[in-house]
């Protein structure tokens, strides 16, 4: 049974501090998604990977945030410097492109809290 | 621009009755069109897909929505609710301009026994 998997799946963190969350892709998937989702925006898209190249990042504070996927397997999210206002769930979703548009599949989310 | 309403915040129904979750979008062009549902402390999970073909689709867990394009709505629906279906379920449309989803802000079902 494919998923995506995430970790870590809870981060408890003091404001100033680096976070770092990382995604496994399901194997054979091109596309890469990070969401955050809170209570008061509900689902917000951050940046998107097709084949490990960033497409759109404009949902992303550029100042603190960066997105990569190092290879096929991985992708990143990191907050540095993070702030209270990161705390969030933030879920990795992959796909396969297709002609059209790829159904996304969701891991279960990283839920963190910055103090 | 794109845009997916889901006018129903909270609903409550009771085991075994019906259910039905609205879904309004803005759309220029033929949708694609999804229905998730996100359980506690869970991802989003895909209940069913719409990208062309017959109207009414069939998903996962009983569930089926219909895609009417002169109402621009894309409802979902289940004949009996189970108490595990208490969740927050969410209508997505694409694509939009990076070939990405838009999603309505979500709909949480309580399900009373």
């Known amino acids: 049974d494919a998923r995506v998997t995430q970790t870590p799946r809870h981060k408890v963190t003091e404001m100033g501090q680096e976070v770092t969350m990382r995604c496994q892709p399901i194997?054979?998937?091109?596309?890469v998604f990070w969401y955050r989702q809170t209570m008061m925006q509900g689902l917000e898209l951050l940046a998107y990977f097709r084949n490990r190249a960033p497409l759109d990042d404009s949902g992303m504070p550029k100042d603190r945030f960066s997105a990569e996927m190092p290879d096929a397997t991985l992708a990143t999210l990191k907050i540095q410097p993070s702030e209270p206002r990161d705390s969030a769930v933030y879920f990795c979703?992959?796909?396969?492109?297709?002609?059209?548009?790829?159904?996304?599949?969701f891991g279960p989310g990283t839920r963190l809290l910055v103090l | 621009a794109q845009s997916v309403t889901q006018p129903d915040i909270h609903i409550t129904v009771s085991e075994g009755a019906s259910l039905e979750l609205r879904c309004n979008y803005s759309?220029?062009?033929?949708?694609?069109l999804f229905w998730y549902v996100q359980s506690p402390g869970q991802g989003l999970q895909l209940l069913l897909k719409y990208f062309s073909g017959d109207t009414l689709v069939q998903g996962i867990k009983g569930f089926e929505a219909e895609f009417k394009r002169s109402q621009s709505s894309f409802n979902l629906r289940k004949p009996s609710v189970h108490w595990s279906d208490a969740a927050e379920y969410f209508c997505?449309?694409?694509?939009?301009?990076?070939?990405?989803?838009?999603f309505g802000g979500g709909t949480r079902l309580m399900v009373k026994p």
């Open positions: 997505a449309v694409g694509p939009n301009a990076g070939n990405m989803l838009t």
């Open positions: 979703a992959s796909g396969f492109a297709s002609p059209g548009l790829e159904t996304q599949y």
């Open positions: 194997l054979g998937h091109n596309t």
């Open positions: 759309y220029g062009a033929t949708p694609y």
